[in-house]
Each structure stands twice: as structure tokens, then as C-alpha cells.
């Protein structure tokens, strides 16, 4: 139990729409991560939010996006969904700053299909 | 850019036999290096991790050491136990890159009583 959660767990979309996938960070987190893990790939980062502000992003389109809250919770938004975004999506948040390691703690994931 | 690279499984074992997961990387600079597991039907979960040159990390009977000379985290375990049934992931973090993990592409183990 890392104390991070993620909603939904499973959903399906069609091609074109838009999905928003949430998370809740572990209490006193204030930084979160969004990982794409397709069927049997490692995990890719999308982006990462310090403070409410994205400060890293992978190799994935602008429709990628998200928004981290002053309580550290986060949400991830996928535009004009195509096939190829299904997959399990993570979200990992952790403690940076201060001296701390910044370990990140996943959730157990969304997946999305899209059909 | 970096890269991880894994064996590719299935790796199947009997109970009681050694697990070795081969892992090397490729990195700019002086990254930390973990290995994560991932159950079936849960999230990643931090199995050990390594910061520095000859460090070893381990943790519940696994062990791996960063080798900086052969750019390498290769993962071990004695006796393994049907309970390792899993995938495992190689992954590397760089200083400079807050929170961003390079991941491998996973070895499913499964271990057979």
C-alpha cells in the first residue's frame, strides 16, 4: 500500500474522445509523475508537476496534458484519443526538496482502452 | 539520450533455483540505478536501488550492484520463491531529471512450485 491512488481503475473510450485519468498523491507528497505503460513495455514518462507547475516532459504530443492542485492531487487529460493510447497509465508522487531522496511511490494504475 | 536494456523472458524457474536478470544501461551522466517489481494486478513497487559506483542495493534476498565499468545493475536471488512470480523492471534516474525513471522493458518471472 503506497498511499498513492488512482481512479478509475479500468475505463473504455473510442477513438476522438478525451479521457481525464485522476490521482491522489501519498499525504505530504508534493510532487507527481505520469507514466504510459503499454501491453508488456516498461513504463514511459509523459510529465511531472512540482508545486503545480510542469517541470519535465517526455516524448508524448501537447494532447497529453495535466494539472496538479494545491493539495498535491493531479490529473492527467488525453485529447482526441487514438488506438495506440491504450494502455496502463501511472501515477508516482514523492517528496523533493530538503535533502529528501524523492522515491517514488506508484499507484496501481488506469487502464485505458480505447476502441 | 538514455536507454535500459533487459533480457527479454519469460524466465521460468523452479522454486529453490538462482535468478539472475541481466541489466545495462546507457547514461549521459551519473545516474541512480533501481529495480522495481510489479505483482500481478498491482502498481510498480521500489525493489532496491543503487546511487553510486559499487554500491549494492538488496532487499527481501534480491541483490544488485552498480558496475560502472561494464554499465550494468544485473539482478540476483539465491532461492527464489513462487511468490517472485513477477515482472521486473531496470530502470535509471538521472540527477538533473526530478522524477523522470528510464525504464527497461520488463522480464516476467515465473517461478513453478
Redesign the interface.
Known sequence: E?G?TQSPTHLIKTRGQQVTLRCSSQSGHN?V?W?QQAL??????IF?Y?REEE??R?NFPPRFSGLQFPNYSSELNVNALELDDSALY?C?S?L?GGGNT???F????SRLTVL | GNS?TQMEGPVTLSEEAFLTINCTYTATGYPSLFW?VQYP??????LL?ATKADDKGSNKGFEATYRKETTSFHLEKGSVQVSDSAVY?C?LKEAA??????????TRVLVKP
Open positions: 503506497t498513492v510532487t509523475s507514466y508488456g513495455q516498461g513504463p514511459q514518462f511531472q512540482y517541470n519535465g517526455g501511472l508516482a514523492s523533493l524523492g522515491e517514488l506508484f499507484g496501481e494504475g | 535500459v522495481y494486478g498491482e502498481g510498480l513497487q521500489l536501488k523492471f530502470a531529471a526530478g522524477n523522470k525513471l528510464t525504464f527497461g522493458g520488463g
